[in-house]
T-cell receptor, first 113, second 116 residues
């Protein structure tokens, strides 16, 4: 079973700061999701990536498959970025098969004005 | 709204009662997933369907849990004889399974179950 670890678990920062959230996993994967969850529970997919780097607005996600590590960066952070950020992986399986996600516990981010 | 929808959004029930949740995936999506999230934890995989076939079930899915997707569109998750430990957010997601592509999953808003 893939073990997905996120750090930090909690992060409080000031508006405008550069934010980095890290994710590591133990078993080879097909792809990795970064997800955002606001109070109330709804989950939004921010990125799905299998290699390299993706950018969307102020969000950047990188992945290093060899090191089994991914990072999510937020530039010029804003209070509306306050949420739980969850890393989730899809294991690589020969012949395909199930791709239910394995999730980290999440990073609770608070951006103070 | 063409996203994933779930009903109800909140359910409060007494221990021992049965509850049923519904998930409507994005219309062209052939895969549907159920996850459970307890307070302070990340979601955990329960089961998934490809069309109407239930292809995998987690060991978390005890005999009291049953999921169906009879016509390959919406799905229901039923919990019989609810226990306080079943209190959680139940999340549904859907994806379009295509060859050679990764299956980005799109999540519904969740159903929050409280068992008293």
């Amino acid at each position: 079973k893939n073990e997905v670890e996120q750090s930090p678990q909690n992060l409080t920062a000031q508006e405008g700061e550069f934010i980095t959230i890290n994710c590591s996993y133990s078993v080879g994967i097909s792809a990795l999701h970064w997800l955002q969850q606001h109070p109330g529970g709804g989950i939004v997919s921010l990125f799905m990536l299998s290699s390299g780097k993706k950018k969307h607005g102020r969000l950047i996600a990188t992945i290093n498959i060899q090191e089994k590590h991914s990072s999510l960066h937020i530039t010029a952070s804003h209070p509306r970025d306050s949420a739980v950020y969850i890393c989730a992986v899809i294991e690589a399986r020969q012949g395909g098969g199930a791709d239910g996600l394995t999730f980290g516990k999440g990073t609770h981010l608070i951006i103070q004005p | 709204d063409t996203g994933v929808s779930q009903d109800p959004r909140h359910k409060i029930t007494k221990r021992g009662q049965n509850v049923t949740f519904r998930c409507d995936p994005i219309s062209e999506h052939n895969r549907l997933y159920w996850y459970r999230q307890t307070l302070g934890q990340g979601p955990e995989f329960l089961t998934y369907f490809q069309n109407e076939a239930q292809l995998e079930k987690s060991r978390l899915l005890s005999d009291r849990f049953s999921a169906e997707r009879p016509k390959g569109s919406f799905s229901t998750l039923e919990i019989q004889r609810t226990e306080q430990g079943d209190s959680a957010m139940y999340l549904c997601a859907s994806s379009l399974r295509e060859t050679r592509s990764y299956n980005e999953q799109f999540f519904g808003p969740g159903t929050r179950l409280t068992v008293l």
